[in-house]
């Protein structure tokens, strides 16, 4: 161990439904406070966790990456149980391993993968009703891929989002957007180097519209070229549907503790 502590990263999955986010914030159920004060409780350190990216409400995550520092050293396998022993049950820890003291798991991220989960009926089912967003039956999915086609590419993505910083580039790379149905659900699955905020959910909102017949396939280019709107027009798909999936980094991370 340093003089000044040792790093470690983790792996953490949880349902947002009951969370404001994941940010810290005061007077609200945030994911990353409720991680802050599990480790607090494992640990007898308050540490400053970084993320590799801030979840809007509802917005759930199967691979969230994050960093931290801690004067003791730990063994990752004790961490990891440690922190998921003071845990709620909608949040875990599912890998915990040694990271350099300046790892930062956003800047270095390579790519993101995120799904989206559409629920095409007409009876709203009561089971998975908070991670899937209920749409028409009705919807057609070959525009909708043809759409989804329209977004691989580096474009201005002003549209659809807006930078998390003041006067930033709203410019992004998508590497992969795909439309699939698979077992009664429709998932929209979008990989790319980052995401402006609202980006994704503006996308599949889009998406719906074009295959519900009420956005144009040409409105939706124009958007996706152009980086406004113009004639198109579509709601705002909602966060309970979204699902934070992965981050991949460029070097590998090693494999520590795992669940």
Known sequence: MSEIGSGYRMVVAYDGTAYHGWQAQSG????????????????GERVRVRAAGRTDAGVHAHG???????????SPPQLLAACNSHLPEDIAV???????LDFD??????RRTYRYLLAPTRVPSPIGRQYAWRVS?????????EAARLVVGRHDFAAFGRSSEAGGSTVRTVEMAAVESRVGLIAVEVRGDAFLRGMLRNLVGALVAVGEGRLALADF???VAGGHRGAG????APAHGLHQWRVDYERPLTRGAKV
């Open 105 to 110: 798991p956003r800047r270095r991220a390579w």
């Open 221 to 223: 280019a124009a958007a």
């Open 233 to 236: 027009s579509w709601r705002l």
């Open 137 to 145: 039956p009705q919807l057609e999915i070959e525009p909708m891929r």
């Open 64 to 74: 969230q990456v994050v960093a931290f520092v801690l004067s003791r050293d730990w």
């Open 94 to 100: 599912l890998e915990a391993d040694r990271a350099e």
């Open 28 to 43: 609200v159920r945030t994911v990353e406070g409720a991680l802050i004060l599990a480790l607090a409780a494992a640990t």
